[in-house]
C-alpha cells in the first residue's frame, strides 16, 4: 500500500485513473478502502484518490484539513475536487475555507456543519458503520451491556458494507473519542458563505432527520451549491447507491467545470 511520510505522519493512500485529481476522505470509523465503488466506478475519468485520516496526538478538524494539504504537496497536486463523507465532509469542508486556491469543487455527502448531537453514543450510531440497525433506546442499551445483541454486519465477502463495517469495528476507542472531541467543536457556519466554490451536498433518503435538515442548511448557507437526495440510502450512499453517487458526481463535476471554463 503507498505511503508517504508527511511531517511525522505517515499517510496511508490508494489512487487509480489518469485525469482530474478527485481526493475522497473516509467517514468517522471508516478508511480509505470504502470508497472501493468510486475506485471502480469514475476512474476512467479521474484520478481518483483516497487516504486514511490521522488518528493520534488528538488533531482538530483545522489539523487534520492541513494534513490533506501536505498529502496533495505530497502527490504533487496544485488542486483537487475533494470530497468528504461524515467526518470526513467536515474535514473537506475546512480544507475548502482554508484553501480555494486548492479546491477545484466540493463534494459533502451525508456531513453537517454542526454536529446533530453532542452524545458520543448517539454520534456513533449515527455515523459509524459498525452500528448501522443497532436498535436505539434503553432496551437496546441493555442488551448490548449484556451481550445479548445481534449482530447485523454480514459474513459475506463479497458484501462490501458489511466488510466495511467490520473494519470500522476495529477502530481504537482512543481515535473514536479523538474524533469525537473534534465534531464537537466544529462549526462551521459562520464561515460557510466564504466557501466559494462549486458545491455539491448529497444525503441518503433515508438517513437520520437531522443529516437531511443539515444538507438544507448547508446548500441555504452556501453561495454555489446544489442538493441531491439519493434514494434508497441511507448514512452510507457512496457504497448503498453508488451508482447515483458516482452519477451525480460525474455530472456535476463536468458541467460546473465546463460552466466555468465557458
Known amino acids: 500500500?503507498?505511503?508517504?511520510?508527511?511531517?511525522?505522519?505517515k499517510a496511508t493512500f490508494q489512487e487509480t485513473g489518469v485525469g482530474l485529481p478527485l481526493v475522497?476522505?473516509?467517514?468517522?470509523?471508516?478508511?480509505?478502502?470504502?470508497?472501493?465503488f468510486q475506485f471502480s466506478?469514475?476512474?476512467?475519468?479521474?484520478?481518483v484518490i483516497s487516504y486514511d485520516v490521522r488518528a493520534g496526538d488528538n488533531?482538530?478538524?483545522?489539523?487534520?484539513?492541513?494534513?490533506?494539504?501536505?498529502?496533495?504537496?505530497?502527490?504533487r497536486l496544485p488542486s483537487a475536487v475533494i470530497a468528504g463523507h461524515s467526518f470526513g465532509g467536515?474535514?473537506?469542508?475546512?480544507?475548502?475555507?482554508?484553501?480555494?486556491?486548492?479546491?477545484?469543487?466540493?463534494?459533502?455527502?451525508?456531513?453537517?456543519?454542526?454536529?446533530?448531537?453532542t452524545k458520543q453514543g448517539k454520534?456513533?450510531?449515527?455515523?459509524?458503520?459498525?452500528?448501522?440497525?443497532?436498535?436505539?433506546?434503553?432496551?437496546?442499551?441493555?442488551?448490548?451491556?449484556?451481550?445479548?445483541?445481534?449482530?447485523?454486519?454480514?459474513?459475506?465477502?463479497?458484501?462490501?458494507?458489511?466488510?466495511v463495517a467490520k473494519q470500522a469495528a476495529k477502530t481504537t476507542?482512543?481515535?473514536?473519542?479523538?474524533?469525537?472531541?473534534?465534531?464537537?467543536?466544529?462549526?462551521?457556519?459562520?464561515?460557510?458563505?466564504?466557501?466559494?466554490v462549486p458545491l455539491l451536498i448529497l444525503v441518503g433518503q433515508n438517513d437520520r432527520p437531522p443529516f437531511l435538515s443539515a444538507a438544507q442548511m448547508i446548500q441555504r448557507g452556501t453561495p454555489d451549491s446544489i442538493v441531491?437526495?439519493?434514494?434508497?440510502?441511507?448514512h452510507f450512499p457512496h457504497i448503498e447507491r453508488h451508482d447515483l453517487v458516482n452519477s451525480y458526481i460525474d455530472d456535476f463535476i463536468g458541467s460546473r467545470l465546463m460552466s466555468m471554463v465557458d
Do not use: C
Request: glycine share 8%; net charge negative.
Open 173 to 196: 476507542s482512543a481515535t473514536v473519542g479523538e474524533r469525537i472531541r473534534a465534531i464537537r467543536q466544529f462549526d462551521s457556519r459562520p464561515w460557510l458563505e466564504q466557501v466559494w
Open 41 to 47: 466506478g469514475l476512474r476512467d475519468k479521474y484520478r
Open 1 to 9: 500500500m503507498p505511503t508517504l511520510e508527511l511531517a511525522g505522519w
Open 24 to 36: 475522497f476522505i473516509p467517514g468517522l470509523t471508516e478508511y480509505k478502502e470504502s470508497f472501493l
Open 123 to 163: 454520534l456513533l450510531r449515527y455515523m459509524s458503520s459498525a452500528h448501522i440497525g443497532e436498535e436505539e433506546g434503553v432496551v437496546a442499551g441493555l442488551k448490548r451491556m449484556l451481550g445479548l445483541a445481534q449482530t447485523v454486519v454480514s459474513n459475506d465477502e463479497d458484501d462490501h458494507f458489511g466488510w
Open 90 to 117: 467536515l474535514i473537506a469542508q475546512q480544507f475548502a475555507q482554508l484553501h480555494p486556491d486548492r479546491t477545484t469543487a466540493l463534494v459533502l455527502m451525508s456531513t453537517f456543519a454542526k454536529a446533530p448531537d
Open 59 to 75: 488533531p482538530d478538524v483545522l489539523a487534520l484539513a492541513e494534513d490533506l494539504g501536505k498529502l496533495l504537496d505530497g502527490l
Open 228 to 234: 441531491e437526495v439519493i434514494e434508497d440510502a441511507a
